[in-house]
């Protein structure tokens, strides 16, 4: 699933690309009958809603919140696209054809990631934003921009980690609201971080020496400093080389991040520890009903 520094990338891209344009166009085919009286994309009956809300608007902007990215469009009106498991926003010339949305031949955006369809904006500029979701979960509807507080998919969200405001002080006291909580668990819960996945909170966590299953009220300070630092870093430092791309995640020009290269400790059961002058081996367990990747040794 993309986590902050995918989203970040989706929406620093697309503020470039598509700021100032107007929708003049929006086509989908998503049609699930799980989602029927949902207020989303999926649900058949909400489209038209939808449509009508965004069509012949432009686009003030595109920003991220935890994992969603939202493009604020004229007249009030925010789009949240969170992309969930392998979904991801890809903005090129598109050409719609035997129902298919076809990308230019040899570009990024042909890679066979991209090629799962389901939304389409079409815009003033003759270019087309559209959505590759290989196995439908991604989740988009409309709301009042100046109702963002009272959306439920939002209002709850903890702090963001790349913010100022976001303090060590402030660390400690989001993680002890569950003090009891497996570590890996707490720094992935939405409600007390914001943003931070599976591939991120094992990456800090092998970085802090911290064993992912240990109760957040156990850890050491010195420990928990180090956490708090070494997500701080390991989110600036993905960002900077365009998110992970372990998966299906691609950038709004069809590339793949880099941060797949940097992992120390993600998807790497069986290798030798990467840490100065540790013999320990990558093992993994489950935390919370979640894959966990550590080493055995100097994360015990």
Not at 84 to 105: D, Q, R, S, V
């Amino acid at each position: 699933m993309p986590e902050l520094p995918e989203a970040q990338t989706t929406a620093s891209i697309l503020n470039k690309k598509i700021k100032g344009l107007r929708i003049l166009d929006v086509w989908t085919d998503y049609n699930s009958a799980f989602n029927k009286g949902k207020n989303n994309i999926k649900d058949k009956s909400y489209f038209p809603y939808f449509k009508k809300e965004v069509l012949n608007k432009e686009v003030l902007g595109v920003t991220r919140r935890a994992k969603n990215v939202l493009i604020n469009v004229s007249c009030g009106k925010t789009i949240l696209v969170h992309m969930k498991m392998t979904g991801h926003l890809l903005y090129g010339k598109y050409k719609f054809e035997n129902g298919k949305w076809l990308p230019p031949k040899g570009s990024s955006l042909s890679d066979p990631y991209n090629r799962f369809i389901h939304l389409a904006f079409n815009f003033s500029n003759k270019n087309t934003l559209v959505l590759s979701d290989a196995r439908k979960f991604a989740k988009v509807f409309v709301f009042d921009t100046d109702k963002i507080n009272k959306i439920p998919d939002l209002m709850k969200l903890g702090p963001e980690p790349l913010e100022k405001s976001f303090t060590y002080k402030v660390f400690k006291e989001r993680l002890y609201k569950k003090p009891k909580g497996k570590i890996k668990t707490v720094i992935m819960d939405q409600t007390i971080i914001a943003g931070i996945g599976n591939i991120y909170s094992d990456e800090a966590l092998w970085y802090s020496s911290i064993y992912p299953a240990m109760r957040a009220k156990d850890i050491s300070e010195e420990k928990l400093k180090l956490l708090y630092k070494n997500i701080v870093k390991i989110l600036k430092e993905s960002i900077k080389v365009g998110g992970d791309s372990m998966s299906d995640y691609r950038n709004p020009l069809g590339e793949k991040g880099g941060y797949q290269k940097l992992h120390k400790v993600y998807r790497k059961i069986g290798e030798k520890c990467k840490m100065k002058g540790c013999n320990g081996i990558v093992r993994r367990i489950k935390v919370g009903g979640r894959s966990a990747h550590f080493c055995d040794v100097h994360q015990k």
